[in-house]
């Protein structure tokens, strides 16, 4: 397991798509958490969001057979994840979410983190973390998504383009409305 640990994540997907089922395992425990924080802070509810999460993965195997490299393997995960967002969406009549529920306050604490004994100090983290979640939950979908893909996978400007299935300029004008936005709440 040692030595696929240390393969590129499309050279461990292509083993995985012919047959060595412990390349998945590999891919999984690398990608599970950015992911699944990226469902749950694009749909607010973590109920929908472990869903959407495990149909994510169950998508990426049935597709195993025709996986090919054509860019980073985090790019075609999240595209898969975009996709099933997308699917999400359309199947809701209420549209995209706008809050988060009360049971994502767990998710605020591990934000913040420690910063020394101090409880104004912690408290203070804790109010920021609480605010930047509620202004990233508060921006418009495409940017909320644009910012979360640089955030929760460290993608660039054309890689959120490929996963999102835009143009480059549209992602890059996402992302910075979104920075922008995040920017001036915090002020």
């Not at 973590?46 to 149909?55: C, D, N, P, S, T």
């Not at 409880?119 to 983290?125: I, R, S």
């Not at 993608?155 to 920017?183: C, D, F, H, P, W």
């Amino acid at each position: 397991m040692d030595a696929e640990s240390n393969l590129s994540d499309e050279a461990l997907m292509e083993r995985y798509r012919d047959g060595d089922a412990g390349s998945f395992d590999v891919i999984y425990g690398g990608h599970k958490g950015g992911l699944f924080r990226y469902m749950l802070r694009q749909c607010g509810n973590r109920g929908v969001a472990e869903e959407l999460f495990q149909e994510v993965w169950m998508n990426l195997i049935r597709a195993r057979g025709n996986y090919t490299v054509q860019a980073k393997f985090s790019t075609y995960l999240y595209r898969l994840a975009h996709n099933r967002m997308i699917d999400h969406y359309r199947s809701q009549a209420g549209g995209v979410p706008v809050s988060f529920d009360d049971d994502d306050g767990a998710a605020l604490e591990s934000i913040a983190g420690h910063r020394g004994d101090d409880p104004a100090v912690a408290a203070d983290g804790l109010q920021q973390a609480g605010r930047l979640l509620e202004l990233v939950q508060a921006l418009p979908e495409a940017q909320r998504e644009a910012f979360l893909l640089q955030q929760e996978s460290d993608m660039s400007v054309e890689e959120i383009a490929q996963a999102t299935g835009v143009n480059r300029e549209t992602a890059k004008s996402r992302l910075r409305y979104a920075l922008t936005k995040l920017r001036q709440g915090m002020e």
